[in-house]
């Protein structure tokens, strides 16, 4: 059994952060493990509080995994604190690890503002250049690469100017109105588009978080990068395609929609 950490902030009401992660990882095969940044009191409709781990606490979580059972992969997703990113960077290095994806959330779907400004210079500094891919949507593009992003051309230029500062493949997700849910990735200086096709359900809450955590157990189960993009976009279509409708705002995905056997079974009535 391959296994994977994430590294991120909860959602209590199930659709997003290390809840989402452990799910998805779980649907693709893999043992999920985590380390929390912060709790964070959210839900479909919006952030209430959140409340941040000390960089100690969270460096004693990670050290717990990697000394017990490390992970062959790892995902990170919510660091809002210049101290909690330093420390995550640290620990990585000082473990060596691999297969590091990078989810840059900045903003929640709701719309709240998830890390300080300040914070994103040492997310660029000392994150990203340790991930083997990050996968920013638009609006995080924007801002770690200081361009406008207005077309697929933007999209592409942006994604080459990432990769080309901090040493990492970036996978530039689309939608936000300019292609139906198409993304681009720059690795080793070549770009790749890779089409999906767009599902009529406004129920996305979390799918930044299910992508890089599907990516991630993909990868540690040794599919390359390319391949585990693509199996990774078909299981976001399986769960935005379910059509799960719950919660009074931006709703989550159903991440186990492809679970089956004796015990995913209900009652009979």
């Known amino acids: 059994m391959r296994t994977v950490l994430s590294i991120a902030g909860t959602d209590p009401s199930g659709g997003a952060g290390i809840q989402a992660d452990l799910k998805t990882m779980t649907m693709n095969g893999v043992f999920a493990m985590s380390a929390i940044t912060a709790l964070v009191a959210q839900n479909t409709t919006g952030v209430r509080e959140i409340v941040e781990m000390t960089p100690d606490f969270l460096g004693q979580q990670i050290d717990a995994v990697f000394e017990d059972i490390p992970p062959d992969a790892a995902k990170i997703g919510m660091v809002a604190s210049c101290g909690l990113i330093e420390k995550i960077a640290e620990r990585l290095r000082f473990y060596q690890a691999g297969n590091v994806v990078v989810d ?6 709701s719309g709240d503002r998830l890390i300080s400004e300040v914070a994103v210079d040492t997310l660029k500094t000392c994150l990203l250049p340790l991930a083997a891919v990050a996968t920013p949507n638009i609006p ?9 992003i207005q077309s697929q051309e933007d999209i592409e230029a942006a994604a080459r100017q990432i990769s080309g500062a901090y040493g990492c493949a970036v996978l530039l997700k689309g939608g936000h109105n300019i292609n139906d849910a198409n993304d681009y990735l720059y690795a080793d200086g070549a770009g790749t588009w890779f089409y999906g096709t767009h599902i009529d359900n406004s129920n996305t809450h979390g799918t930044g978080c299910t992508l890089s955590s599907a990516i991630a ?53």
């Open 104 to 109: 840059p959330v900045m903003v929640a779907t």
């Open 140 to 148: 995080e593009a924007e801002i770690l690469s200081g361009m406008a």
């Open 217 to 269: 157990a993909n990868l540690a189960k040794g599919f390359d990068l390319p391949t585990s993009i693509r199996r990774s976009k078909e299981y976001i279509s399986g769960a935005l395609n379910a059509m799960l409708n719950l919660g009074k705002g931006r709703g989550p995905m159903q991440h186990n929609f492809n679970l089956t056997g004796e015990y995913a079974k209900e009652a009979e009535s």
